[in-house]
Protein backbone atom coordinates (compact mmCIF):
# COMPACT_ATOMS: atom_id res chain seq x y z
CA UNK A 1 0.00 0.00 0.00
CA UNK A 2 3.10 2.71 0.69
CA UNK A 3 4.89 1.51 -2.07
CA UNK A 4 1.24 2.41 -4.46
CA UNK A 5 1.16 5.94 -2.78
CA UNK A 6 4.77 6.38 -3.55
CA UNK A 7 4.58 5.64 -7.62
CA UNK A 8 1.92 7.54 -7.40
CA UNK A 9 3.45 10.74 -5.93
CA UNK A 10 6.31 10.29 -7.96
CA UNK A 11 4.08 10.60 -10.97
CA UNK A 12 2.37 13.77 -9.55
CA UNK A 13 5.69 15.39 -9.07
CA UNK A 14 6.64 14.07 -12.84
CA UNK A 15 3.74 15.81 -14.05
CA UNK A 16 4.33 19.44 -12.05
CA UNK A 17 7.84 19.55 -13.33
CA UNK A 18 6.94 19.07 -17.04
CA UNK A 19 4.01 21.69 -15.99
CA UNK A 20 6.57 24.04 -14.83
CA UNK A 21 8.93 23.46 -17.04
CA UNK A 22 6.20 23.62 -20.11
CA UNK A 23 5.19 26.87 -18.82
CA UNK A 24 8.69 28.49 -18.11
CA UNK A 25 8.15 29.07 -13.66
CA UNK A 26 10.88 30.09 -12.29
CA UNK A 27 13.46 26.76 -12.95
CA UNK A 28 16.28 27.77 -14.77
CA UNK A 29 17.80 30.40 -13.02
CA UNK A 30 17.85 28.30 -9.94
CA UNK A 31 21.04 26.33 -11.35
CA UNK A 32 25.03 26.09 -10.57
CA UNK A 33 26.75 27.10 -13.63
CA UNK A 34 29.59 24.22 -12.28
CA UNK A 35 27.67 21.42 -11.27
CA UNK A 36 24.24 21.93 -12.80
CA UNK A 37 22.62 21.22 -10.00
CA UNK A 38 18.95 22.68 -9.91
CA UNK A 39 15.66 22.55 -8.57
CA UNK A 40 14.09 18.75 -8.02
CA UNK A 41 10.48 18.34 -6.96
CA UNK A 42 8.39 16.31 -4.79
CA UNK A 43 5.05 16.40 -2.99
CA UNK A 44 4.43 18.79 0.60
CA UNK A 45 2.13 16.75 3.01
CA UNK A 46 0.10 18.91 5.68
CA UNK A 47 -0.59 17.58 8.80
CA UNK A 48 -4.27 16.81 7.87
CA UNK A 49 -2.28 14.67 4.95
CA UNK A 50 -3.62 17.32 2.06
CA UNK A 51 -0.84 16.66 -0.51
CA UNK A 52 0.28 19.49 -3.09
CA UNK A 53 3.05 19.77 -5.26
CA UNK A 54 6.21 21.65 -4.16
CA UNK A 55 9.56 22.53 -5.44
CA UNK A 56 13.16 22.12 -3.49
CA UNK A 57 15.45 24.99 -4.99
CA UNK A 58 19.65 25.00 -4.73
CA UNK A 59 21.09 27.64 -2.39
CA UNK A 60 22.67 29.53 -5.24
CA UNK A 61 24.81 32.27 -4.67
CA UNK A 62 25.64 35.29 -7.43
CA UNK A 63 29.79 35.52 -6.54
CA UNK A 64 32.62 37.07 -8.44
CA UNK A 65 34.61 34.39 -9.70
CA UNK A 66 37.36 33.81 -11.99
CA UNK A 67 36.15 32.06 -15.40
CA UNK A 68 38.68 31.75 -18.10
CA UNK A 69 41.31 34.11 -16.36
CA UNK A 70 38.75 37.29 -15.88
CA UNK A 71 36.50 38.15 -13.32
CA UNK A 72 32.85 37.17 -13.66
CA UNK A 73 29.67 36.78 -12.15
CA UNK A 74 28.31 33.85 -11.51
CA UNK A 75 25.38 31.61 -9.93
CA UNK A 76 27.05 28.80 -7.66
CA UNK A 77 25.51 26.59 -5.00
CA UNK A 78 27.05 26.76 -1.95
CA UNK A 79 28.07 23.50 -1.96
CA UNK A 80 30.86 24.47 -4.77
CA UNK A 81 31.53 27.68 -2.57
CA UNK A 82 32.09 25.33 0.30
CA UNK A 83 34.19 22.43 -1.45
CA UNK A 84 36.04 24.93 -3.22
CA UNK A 85 36.07 24.44 -6.60
CA UNK A 86 35.07 28.15 -7.51
CA UNK A 87 38.12 30.41 -7.54
CA UNK A 88 37.17 33.73 -6.23
CA UNK A 89 37.51 36.68 -7.98
ZN1 LIG B 1 27.31 23.44 -7.62
Known sequence: MVGAVKSENNQKA??????????GKGTEMAKCSYCDKGVSFGIKVS??????????????KRVAAVVDGSPR?????????????????
Open 73 to 89: RVHVCTRCLRDGKVVRA
Open 14 to 23: KQFKSYLITH
Open 47 to 60: HSHRRSNRMWKPNI
